[in-house]
Structure formats: C-alpha cells, structure tokens
C-alpha cells in the first residue's frame, strides 16, 4: 500500500478571521510554529520518500518545522540500526489552497452574509469563486486528487510520504478516498496542523486517520513481513485490498498503554469537556 499522511499547515495570525487563499507572505505565528514542532516530533520516527508541500508560505514553514524535528540532515532512523534522509521537500502546486477569487483576503465574517456562502456549505459541488481567478471548487478537487494519484504511481506500493496542504485541499481528498460526493465536503473536518492518513491499495483507498491532533504513530511505523496462512499459529494475510471483517485485532499498544488505559478509565468522571 502506498500511505499519505495529509498535514494541514500550522495556525496563522489570520487563521478563523480571513480567507487567505493565495496572498502572499502569510506565515505561522507562534501558535502555528509551536504546533508544527509538536507534530514534527510525534511523526519524526516515521521514514518518508518524499515530502510534498503547497507553495504557500504557511505550508513550506510547516514543513521546515517538521523536517527539523528530524535532526541534523532530516535522518530518521529505520529500526535496523540505519538512518535514512528524507529527500528535500518538493512543491507541488496542485496541492496549493483552493482559489478563491474575489473573496481572497476578505473577512469571513462578511463572506458569512455573501449568497454564495450557504452553497459553498451546502453544494459545493456547484461553486465557482466569483473573478477571474476564481475556481471551482470541483476543479480543486481534481488536481489534488491527480497530484496525490500521481505521487503514489511515482513513489511506489511500498511509500510512505508527507504532504502539506490546505483544510479544503485535505477535505477534498478525504471526501474521494471515501467514495463521498463533493457535496458532502463540509462533514470533514481538518484542524490547523493535524494529521489525517490514507493508504491506497489497487482496489481503494482506507483512511486510517482523520483529523488526528495528538495520540502515538506506532501503526505508521513499517511492520515485518507476516508469514503465509498454513501453519500453526500463523495469522491469514488477506489481499491488501480486503477491508476488515468482524472489526480486527487493530494495532499492537504501545508499552504502557495497558496501564494509561486503567488510569483513564478511573478518571472517567470528569465531565465532557472539561480541561484538565
């Protein structure tokens, strides 16, 4: 399977109140630097091919993040005692933020009273940003889509690599890999750097992680070659293309997890929500 974990660029200083779009010169603040390191060193243990990034400044400082986590040169080490480099990160502009023409650099808040806004969150499938730069949000859709199709033939069934892009780039391609109309787009949710994970097989795709903001990378970590059903003992390998049938056995906890589990179950009165 080829796996791509999808990274929404950090939080910005416009982040929630404009819609940037493809304005120039907009960067992390300190929140969104801070939440790219704590990325970048929860995934640092996980070997990537390749990463891809928008063009936009918030992504590529994302990545520079990221990529830092990683120590001197990028190395990672592979679990056989090697280390291996992360290729240097490659911009890719069909992964760039949706165009949105004359609303670029305007206040959500007024967006929120345009008569496009309730399409855009309702059928999506039928917008088209006003002006002449303006695009469909259906063509967005089709070259994010093409670009991560394109990076999976050309990296191999057996990479793992890293793309940096955008909350409606990141929806998009989540809606596809789970066979959901564009319509469906706004049910997706896609928080300043979180971490959402799909790994395409010949048949489809599965997402393995959506919208993740914290929590171990274990299961992203390569896995041994599992022997062929026959012997004792031995566990049935299906096609790589078959989903899970009665749930699954999920995978391995991590050292301690055991224990964390008890003491979270003996915290579970804490009211919903509450912060700690």
Partial sequence: MTTVLLVRHGLTATTGQLLTGWTPGVGLDDRGRAQARALGARIAAV????????????????????????????????GNGQASRVPGPVTDDRVGECKYGDWT???????????????VQAHPSAVTFPGGEGESMLDMQHRAVAAVRDWNARLGKDATY????????IKAIVADSLGLHLDLLQRVVADPCSLTVISYTPLRPFLLRLND??????????????????????QAVPNESDAVIGGGAGSAPAAGSV????????GAGTAPGAEG
């Fill in 47 to 78: 070997p990537l091919d390749a990463i891809v990034t928008s063009p936009l400044d918030r992504c590529r400082e994302t990545v520079a993040e990221l990529v830092a986590a990683r120590g001197p040169g990028g190395a990672v080490s592979t």
């Fill in 105 to 119: 650099g305007k206040p959500l808040a007024e967006l929120m009273k345009d008569p496009l806004w309730p399409v």
């Fill in 162 to 169: 890293l793309i940096c892009s955008h909350g409606d780039v």
């Fill in 213 to 234: 903001t914290g929590g171990g990378v274990t299961d992203l970590l390569p896995q041994p070659k599992k022997p062929a059903a026959g012997g004792a003992g031995e």
């Fill in 259 to 266: 224990a964390a589990a008890a003491a979270t179950a003996q």
